[in-house]
T-cell receptor
Framework: DAGVTQSPTHLIKTRGQQVTLRCSPK?????VSWYQQALGQGPQFIFQ???????QRGNFPDRFSGHQFPNYSSELNVNALLLGDSALYLC????????????FGSGTQLSVL | AQSVSQHNHHVILSEAASLELGCNYS??????LFWYVQYPGQHLQLLLK??????LVKGIKGFEAEFIKSKFSFNLRKPSVQWSDTAEYFC??????????FGSGTQLTVLP
């Protein structure tokens, strides 16, 4: 049984570019949340998707957007990249009825040059 | 808004020493509290959680945490650490907004 998988594992972009990160939730899970973890910090909540809609959102600008597909997989898109967007991006999945039981992926390390 | 403060950024202990990692949160309402652990090269995983009831909760690998409401604290403890406990530990809180807010983490290094 695969856990949460994220792709790619590493990514290098330049300022102003756009990036798409992908996440496949743990089998049977219907909810996906995205977090940003800057170096030396704890993960910060970006948003959560359920039933293909954004259900909650943290304090992130509109440059950060997402999508959830009918198979529950999800994408995180970041437009107009800034140097400060360099971070580890974590995906976590759960069941909507058991939100507290989060399973995390290993993350995508994004470097913006 | 809810927030979490972890007092120690880096803790170094010898094997068999006792561990206590501090965590304080800021939130006026009912909270759920969590400790997550990230072992080197692995993903974040849940160590233990508190929702209600007995304020002393036990987790995996001999860890426990005590919720003290009057102090807004949820400290993590282990009586005797092992080299394999070397990892980064994150305290997290969830309030009515249902969002998980993490602290900045504590890196624990256990010397053999």
């Amino acid at each position: 049984d695969a856990g949460v998988t994220q792709s790619p594992t590493h990514l290098i972009k330049t300022r102003g570019q756009q990036v798409t990160l992908r996440c496949s939730p743990k089998s049977g899970h219907d909810t996906v949340s995205w977090y940003q973890q800057a170096l030396g910090q704890g993960p910060q909540f970006i948003f959560q998707y359920y039933e293909e809609e954004e259900r909650q959102r943290g304090n992130f600008p509109d440059r950060f957007s997402g999508h959830q597909f009918p198979n529950y997989s999800s994408e995180l898109n970041v437009n107009a990249l800034l140097l400060g967007d360099s971070a580890l991006y974590l995906c976590a999945s759960s069941l909507i009825v058991r939100e507290e039981k989060l399973f995390f992926g290993s993350g995508t390390q994004l470097s913006v040059l | 808004a809810q927030s979490v403060s972890q007092h120690n950024h880096h803790v170094i202990l010898s094997e068999a020493a006792s561990l206590e990692l501090g965590c304080n949160y800021s939130y006026g309402g009912t909270v759920n509290l969590f400790w997550y652990v990230q072992y080197p090269g692995q993903h974040l995983q849940l160590l233990l959680k508190y929702f209600s009831g007995d304020p002393l909760v036990k987790g995996i690998k001999g860890f426990e945490a005590e919720f003290i409401k009057s102090k807004f604290s949820f400290n993590l403890r282990k009586p005797s650490v092992q080299w394999s406990d070397t990892a980064e530990y994150f305290c997290a809180v969830r309030g009515s907004a249902r969002q998980l807010t993490f602290g900045s983490g504590t890196q624990l290094t256990v010397l053999p």
